[in-house]
C-alpha cells in the first residue's frame, strides 16, 4: 500500500476518533481487536467473499466496500484504506463514513443502543436526513444506527441540525 494512501486512511481514522464521545470511545477500545486496511473496496470485498466461503456461508450480490466481523464479541474491522468508491460519488469525507459506519458496530456490540426504544424513536423522527445524508436507506435499526455514527462523528455541526432527535440521545449516551 503506497504512503499516500496510508495518510489518508490514518487521517480519516483520526477524523473519526475526534469526533467520538467517551463513553463511545470507551466501548471502542474495549471491542475493537484489530483493523484491516485494504487498498481498495474491491479488496475488502473479496475478503469478505472468503471470509464467508471459509464460514460456508453466502455473500450477497453486491460489492461490500466495508464490514466488521463480531465473532467472539470483539470486533475486527475490514475497510478500505483508500477512496474509490463505485457508483457513489465521493463525498470529501468519505473514507472517514465508512470508517465511522464501521466502528459504531463496535460501539453498539455490547451496549445494544441501536436495540433502545429512544434510538427507535429518535431514528423514526430522523430518518429521512440520516438516509439522506449516507446516500442509501435502510429498514435496520442496527444500520441506521451506524449510519448516523457516519454522519455525527464527521460533521458534528449537520448531525445536529440535520437530525436533533438522534443528537439528543447520542449525547445523553455520551456517544458524541
Ligand atoms: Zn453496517
Known amino acids: 500500500m503506497s504512503a499516500d494512501l496510508k495518510q489518508r486512511y490514518q487521517e480519516a481514522a483520526d477524523t473519526v476518533i475526534s469526533g467520538m464521545g467517551p463513553d ?17 473496496i474491491k479488496d475488502v ?16 450480490k453486491g460489492t461490500t466496500p466495508a464490514f466488521t466481523d463480531v465473532t467472539g464479541g470483539k470486533a475486527e474491522f475490514y475497510i478500505n484504506g483508500g477512496r474509490d468508491t463505485p457508483g457513489n460519488p465521493a463525498k470529501a469525507a468519505f473514507t472517514a463514513n465508512y470508517y465511522a459506519h464501521e466502528f459504531a458496530h463496535a460501539v453498539d456490540l455490547h451496549a445494544g443502543y441501536s436495540q433502545k426504544q429512544e434510538w427507535h424513536e429518535a431514528w423514526k ?10 446516500g442509501r436507506k435502510t429498514e435496520d435499526p442496527k444500520e441506521a444506527f451506524c449510519d448516523f455514527a457516519a ?3 464527521t460533521d458534528r455541526t449537520g448531525a445536529r441540525n440535520g437530525a436533533p ?11 458524541v
Open 165 to 175: 432527535q438522534s443528537w439528543n440521545a447520542w449525547t445523553q449516551w455520551g456517544l
Open 151 to 153: 454522519h455525527a462523528w
Open 24 to 40: 463511545a470511545l470507551a466501548a471502542w477500545h474495549n471491542t475493537a481487536v484489530s483493523t484491516h486496511f485494504f487498498a481498495s
Open 45 to 60: 470485498d473479496a475478503k469478505f467473499k472468503e471470509l464467508k466461503a471459509e464460514k460456508g456461508e453466502t455473500a450477497g
Open 125 to 134: 423522527a430522523d430518518r429521512e436526513y440520516i438516509a439522506t445524508a449516507m
